[in-house]
């Protein structure tokens, strides 16, 4: 037996709810990050399923893309992070309530 379309886009939907679960229950920034990059990854999951399952490499070369974009977006957002870390001494959301420095 073979996993079809459906058993991709279940994993999918699982990782994107475990990450949303994530993001809404937990308080520490850097979880809350990597729970956003698990949710984009669910979603390039099921980008490259339909691409693979109509036969059409669009959106397997899109999916390159958007990891390219996202390695960015980690370097950028894990700097941040840092320099919010060295500022307030803290990763908790509730304990940052202002951005001004």
Same mark, same amino acid.
Not at 12 to 19: E, N, T, V, Y
Not at 61 to 86: H, N
């Given at each position: 037996?073979?996993?079809?379309?459906?058993?991709?886009?279940?994993?999918?939907?699982?990782?994107?709810?475990?990450?949303?679960?994530?993001?809404?229950?937990?308080? /520490? #920034?850097?979880?809350?990050? !990597?729970?956003?990059?698990?949710?984009?990854? &669910? %979603?390039?999951?099921?980008? =490259?399923?339909?691409?693979?399952?109509?036969? /059409? #490499?669009?959106?397997?070369? !899109?999916?390159?893309?958007?990891?390219?974009? &996202? %390695?960015?977006?980690?370097? =950028?957002?894990?700097?941040?992070?840092?320099?919010?870390?060295?500022?307030?001494?803290?990763?908790?959301?509730?304990?940052?309530?202002?951005?001004?420095?």
């Amino acid at each position: 037996m073979t996993p079809g379309l459906n058993h991709y886009l279940v994993v999918s939907a699982l990782l994107f709810c475990l990450g949303l679960f994530g993001v809404l229950a937990r308080r /520490n #920034l850097i979880v809350i990050y !990597m729970c956003l990059e698990l949710m984009l990854n &669910a %979603a390039n999951l099921a980008l =490259v399923a339909f691409s693979r399952f109509n036969a /059409n #490499l669009n959106g397997q070369v !899109m999916v390159f893309f958007i990891i390219t974009v &996202a %390695a960015a977006e980690v370097a =950028v957002g894990l700097a941040l992070i840092v320099a919010l870390y060295r500022k307030r001494q803290t990763a908790h959301v509730e304990d940052l309530t202002s951005l001004r420095f």
